[in-house]
């Protein structure tokens, strides 16, 4: 079910890989750009593959700049404003009319009159306008204000004016004529236009001066500039200029020589070399499909070999992701070093190879690396020396890190990187393919930064993605690190157990198609819950103390089962991978703590839930979850039996993995029958090597005779003695 729910989004990765590596891979981008300057001398003759036309677009821009230039600004002259302004003036004298009709006081006319007006006017122009007893006579007469003052010019900004003015201007009125102005004369701006209308009424109104006071703020503020820069109708005019000058064109005919060997490169040749190359890009559609199917082809198979060999990394997004994401880095990486001078032999495939491997695995690293050189081959020419040198140097890389169990050993890697492709560039030097002895260096330095960027990026995918390497877990196996030191000296009993865990978990993943290190690692870790309240688990119990079956069971149960989270926490808080992570969380599964369950039922008749003493879960999901499991389980009832045969470690065994297999705790784990079958031979092998009959040296009789079957109690004593020496009052035995 979860695999089908993963499928479209499988499918949505492919799909965007694709792209993008079509992408990448385009010729469009890949196709490098002449790297000659002007006055370099050419270094070979480049003749024209067909019939070219080199546009001169530094000249005809130059040309066309020129012809714009000489447009004159556009500026619109509003000769139409009057009757706008008429019709608001008549609107203000109408509200006058209707308020002055109002049975009201006159403050309250003039209060209404302000609402009604669409502008404001001042308290005492309002009056003005109420009491004047010929309001028609004092509209006629603003009108008249307001038309001589609106026939000139009134530009709307100064400044812009004077700049454009200097070369003339071109004026439009709103009937369609055009004017050819010269002069700034006759022009006014807002405040020399109210000056002049401030004039005007100091002549129609020389005696009374509320009229003129009214009569200039009624026209005052409906003034406006009607002479406007129009900046849409100019720049179209020098559109039309520009379009005039037609391009500035030189032909080759088809075989002509653009560059002649040995010659300085002029600026008119740089600009056909240009043409040419976009010329040729231009033609690159059929490229391009036969570029997208040979990738559709590498990442089919790629799919397929996942399918058939590696079935978990296909059903893993983030696995996914992870391949997805090394390819395109290493494609990207390579388009870039095709614009650049630096040799095809320089192209760091093995990067790509190392980290597939150290992550995903060698084979697929292989896979990988083959279809990353026949790309590296598309980008860089179809030039086959750097294809060669790609696959082996992958090849190699992949090879090299089987042997890595510390993050230094990547320098290893990077010189048998250096040493393959060296012998390789030395081969064809001496073949005649490759004639620059230089091009060792460019294979030397090929080895050693693969090997540096894929140190460098290791740590990247591994805390980004969450994912677990060989090279984590090797590091995780050391047995001094601090979090397993501390389970030695705080629960030296599960420290031991877990060491034996890890050696059955690790026998039984290789035997089941598992990842032995992560079943070996895991075990190592999977108890470490057990560090808090160590001594109510019995493998850490010195002596004979019995305080913890004071408990009842129910709080007992709860106490064991808390491991588990604790066990967690820890794992978390000391920055442990998820993958370890999640089998200490699995390792129980859900299964019963049955001691303390039937313990339960004898003393409680009723109110005992099975759910209770039962682990909360998860069950195992992977192959190594189970394992640890199991082997868990076995090693823990093995330490039950004295002296077992091979039989009886045998049935025990298999009567563990019955029991945990009809309990359903097997049930989300793809452990198959065949595997189990492995596991319990695995199992019974190693119990038996570890629990085989010892010869009965007579200190051993002694002490069997004085203590009876607490020996093992006897040696830990000596031995806490040797180290924290007797306790006050004890007596020595």
């Avoid at 000391?574 to 370890?580: A, G, K, V």
Wanted: glycine content about 6%; charged content about 25%; some cysteine.
């Amino acid at each position: 079910m979860e695999e089908r729910k993963n499928l479209p989004t499988r499918w949505l990765l492919a799909l965007g890989l694709f792209l993008i590596l079509a992408l990448i891979s385009s010729p469009l981008l890949t196709i490098p750009r002449p790297k000659l300057k002007i006055g370099d001398i050419a270094p070979r003759d480049i003749k024209a593959p067909q019939e070219l036309s080199v546009i001169h677009k530094g000249i005809t821009l130059k040309r066309q700049e020129e012809e714009a230039s000489k447009v004159r600004p556009v500026y619109d002259f509003n000769t139409r404003l009057i009757e706008e302004l008429k019709s608001k003036v008549s609107l203000i004298f109408e509200g006058v009319k209707r308020v002055r009709g109002e049975e009201l006081s006159l403050e309250e006319k003039s209060a209404l009159l302000d609402e009604e007006l669409a502008i404001k006017l001042s308290e005492k122009t309002r009056i003005t306008l109420l009491s004047y007893s010929k309001p028609d006579r004092l509209k006629n007469q603003i009108i008249a204000l307001l038309q001589t003052i609106i026939q000139e010019k009134i530009v709307d900004n100064s400044e812009l004016f004077a700049t454009k003015i200097k070369g003339g201007i071109e004026v439009r009125t709103s009937e369609g004529k055009e004017i050819l102005l010269l002069k700034k004369e006759g022009i006014y701006t807002p405040s020399e236009a109210k000056r002049l209308l401030e004039a005007r009424c100091q002549e129609l109104f020389p005696d009374n001066r509320f009229l003129r006071n009214a009569g200039y703020e009624v026209a005052g503020k409906l003034l406006i500039p009607n002479f406007r820069y129009d900046d849409k109708a100019t720049r179209e005019k020098q559109r039309k200029a520009r379009e005039s000058i037609p391009p500035v064109i030189s032909l080759f005919k088809k075989g002509q020589i653009i560059v002649e060997e040995g010659k300085l490169i002029t600026e008119d040749q740089l600009l056909a070399l240009e043409t040419l190359w976009q010329t040729t890009t231009k033609r690159t559609f059929p490229i391009i499909i036969g570029r997208a199917l040979i990738i559709l082809v590498l990442m089919a198979g790629i799919g397929f070999y996942l399918r058939r060999y590696q079935a978990g990394v296909l059903k893993n997004n983030v696995l996914l992701s992870v391949l997805g994401l090394i390819v395109i880095l290493m494609l990207l990486l390579t388009k870039a070093l095709t614009f650049t001078d630096l040799s095809g032999y320089f192209i760091p495939v093995a990067f790509a190879t190392i980290l597939i491997a150290v992550i995903l695995g060698g084979r697929l690293a292989i896979m990988t690396g083959v279809a990353l050189a026949i790309l590296v081959g598309l980008l860089t020419g179809n030039r086959l020396p750097f294809v060669i040198v790609a696959l082996a140097g992958g090849t190699t890389g992949a090879y090299a890190v089987r042997w890595l169990k510390h993050r230094t050993d990547f320098l290893r890697a990077g010189a048998l990187i250096a040493l393959t492709n060296c012998l390789l560039i030395l081969a064809f030097i001496l073949l005649g393919i490759e004639p620059e002895l230089k091009s060792l260096w460019w294979g030397l330095g090929n080895g050693f930064a693969s090997s540096l960027l894929a140190f460098a990026l290791l740590p990247v995918f591994e805390h980004g993605f969450k994912v677990t390497t060989d090279i984590r877990l090797l590091e995780l196996s050391n047995l001094n690190q601090p979090i397993l030191k501390r389970l030695a000296i705080q629960a030296p009993g599960t420290y031991h157990h877990s060491i034996i865990v890890g050696n059955l978990a690790e026998g039984a993943a290789e035997a089941a198609g598992a990842n032995p290190l992560l079943a070996r690692v895991a075990s190592y870790y999977h108890d470490i819950g057990k560090i808090k309240n160590s001594d109510y688990f019995i493998e850490n119990r010195i002596g004979t103390s019995s305080e913890y079956k004071k408990l009842v069971p129910r709080l007992s149960s709860q106490i064991i089962i808390s491991h588990v989270k604790e066990g967690v926490e820890i794992a978390r808080d000391h920055r442990l991978t998820p993958r370890i992570i999640n089998i200490i969380a699995q390792h129980h599964g859900t299964s019963l703590i049955s001691q303390f369950y039937r313990k339960a039922l004898k003393i409680e008749e009723e109110g005992v839930e099975e759910e209770d003493y039962r682990y909360p879960g998860p069950r195992p999901r992977s192959k190594e979850a189970a394992i640890v499991m199991l082997a868990d389980s076995v090693e823990a009832a093995s330490r039950a039996f004295t002296k077992p045969s091979p039989e009886e470690i045998g049935d025990l065994v298999r009567e563990i993995i019955n029991e945990k297999f009809t309990d359903s705790q097997l049930d989300e784990s793809p452990l198959t029958l065949s595997d189990l079958k492995k596991i319990v031979e695995i199992f019974s092998h190693t119990l038996s090597g570890i629990t085989h009959g010892r010869i009965d040296y007579p200190l051993t009789k002694r002490i069997k005779r004085r203590y009876g079957n607490t020996g093992k109690e006897h040696n830990k004593r000596k031995r806490l003695q040797a180290l924290f020496g007797k306790k006050g009052g004890e007596k020595s035995t």
